[in-house]
């Protein structure tokens, strides 16, 4: 059995036993802006392959703003006057129940039931209309030319949390989610257009408001959720200044991350308050700054020492002292979490002088 017969057998299904004579499911195309009649049952009004505009339909409209229609009297109803509805009262239908019709958040299409009589719509009515249309919506979705899911990017820096919250945003939003690596992977892809964009707080050594201007300066308007490696009130100021739509903590677990991005696509989240977020990192000194930086550039203990023109001593007691500000038992593990906090993306780049030389020389050095 196809899915078209196996639609129009579950219209069929519908309309048994109730007054209602007509059935139809109504799939949105060209931007949604469009809708094409796909399966019918009952009483013929338009048949499947018709397309009409989505703005001449008052329940197709409501469907696609995802509400549902439900009128017991179609002449009484306010504004009931477009040009499918005219079509509709002229076909005498009297009453109607349309719902919509959803792929994860993205809604593809309507199912309209209608009767002759008025005041038709017992109370389980539109029950069973919502019911029949979570089957109906699967049904659809096996169809070879069935609407895509939304367009989700996805932008972390660790290879294995940017392929976790890719399954994540793929199961919750049946979505087609593309993972990005690197600013300039997100800003081509942003630039072909998005539903939702989940980045974190900080992506490829970018703070959050400049990868967020990124993402805008590509042309792309969709909402951005932030899922933050570390939750800061930093990074929570910064998603408000950025303007995002939501934002989470990785650390609130997989149900919660996927909650997130379901509201980010409603267009729905909110960002927390920055005094809620976990304690701010202890600022560091002008010196274990700069040890920071040239350990995060390679270099060993010993040659930060000597770029800085301190003794090897001195240079780890400002290596302590980094470990014990950010909360890291190793060097590696430092450098870790000042990526992942934005520390290294916002310190200035002519870090290293005037007390010592520029980045460019230190690189230098480290080349020869």
């Known amino acids: ?114 009767a002759r009589e008025r005041g038709w719509h017992d109370p389980a009515a539109l029950e069973r209309v919502e019911a029949a249309a979570a089957g109906i919506v699967l ?67 970018t703070p959050l408001e400049a990868v967020a201007g990124t993402v805008r300066s590509a042309g792309c308007a969709a909402s951005i959720v932030v899922i933050a490696s570390h939750d800061t009130a930093a990074h929570r100021r910064a998603a408000l200044r950025a303007g995002v739509t939501g934002y989470v903590s990785r650390t609130v677990g997989v149900a919660a991350i996927g909650d997130a991005l379901v509201r980010g696509a409603e267009g729905d989240g909110k960002v927390p308050a920055p005094h809620e977020a976990g304690p701010e990192l202890a600022p560091l000194t002008r010196r274990e700054t700069q040890v920071l930086v040239l350990l995060e550039r390679g270099l060993q203990v010993k040659q930060a020492a000597a770029t800085l023109g301190i003794s090897e001593a001195t240079a780890r007691g400002h290596v302590r002292n980094l470990l014990a500000k950010l909360g890291a038992h190793s060097i590696t593990r430092a450098l870790h979490v000042a990526r992942v906090t934005g520390l290294l993306a916002t310190l200035p780049s002519e870090l290293i002088g005037p007390d010592g030389p520029e980045l460019a020389v230190v690189a230098a050095r480290r080349a020869s």
């Open 139 to 205: 049904a659809l979705a096996t169809e070879g030319d069935a609407p895509p899911g939304p367009r989700v990017l996805v932008a972390h820096d660790d290879p294995l949390a940017l392929e976790g919250l890719i399954r994540v945003a793929e199961q919750r939003l049946a979505a087609d989610v593309l993972g990005c690596a690197s600013l300039d992977h997100l800003a081509a892809q942003a630039s072909r257009g998005a539903d939702l964009v989940a980045i974190d707080a900080v992506f490829d050594r």
């Open 1 to 114: 059995m196809t899915a078209t017969v196996a639609l129009e057998a579950a219209l069929a299904t519908l309309l048994s036993g109730t007054e209602a004579c007509t059935a139809s499911i109504a799939r949105f195309e060209q931007g949604d802006a469009v809708c094409r009649i796909y399966a019918t049952a009952g009483e013929p009004l338009l048949a499947p392959g018709t397309r009409f505009p989505v703005e001449s339909s008052t329940n197709i409209m409501a469907a696609r703003a995802g509400r549902s229609f439900v009128s017991r009297d179609l002449i009484a109803e306010p504004g009931f006057d477009r040009a499918i509805d005219r079509l509709i009262l002229s076909a005498g239908l009297r009453a109607s129940c349309t719902v919509p019709l959803a792929l994860g958040v993205r809604r593809v299409g309507a199912l309209s039931v209608m």
